[in-house]
């Protein structure tokens, strides 16, 4: 009988031990590609030129940062520009900067957003031109 208790017991650790290591081995080696992300979309005002405020690989690393910097300086301390890594100045709005060539939420953020599974919360307060807020 002691035999069978022990057979128990381990196979009752296997168990476990498959239940608390499934999350980690069930995906291995099926990766969900990135989102395609599209920046065709309709330009609100005539720009200068076409360029994001930094190079891309900063801004997908780092836009939530600066967004939330750019809000505390702009509406906290009134520092309204942002002067880029080149040397080029914007103003300090997602409204008035960002919009203007991430104008499709949908095509652009929202797709990136549920990619990674964040919630932001940008547009509680700022309305694309041209949408419904919700």
Sequence with gaps: MKKNKWGMIAL???????????????GKGSKTPPPVLSLDTPVIHEMKEKRCVEDTSFM???HMKMLN?????A?????RQYTAKDGRT???SLSGTCIQCHSNREQFCTRC?????????CFNCHVVPGEVNK
């Design 12 to 26: 009752g650790l296997v168990i476990f031990l498959i239940m608390v290591t499934f999350p980690f081995w069930y």
């Design 60 to 62: 997908r690393a780092n």
């Design 69 to 73: 910097a750019w809000r505390d300086e």
């Design 75 to 79: 509406v906290r301390e009134g520092h």
């Design 90 to 92: 914007y103003e300090k």
């Design 113 to 121: 957003h549920d990619y990674v599974g964040a919630k932001p919360t």
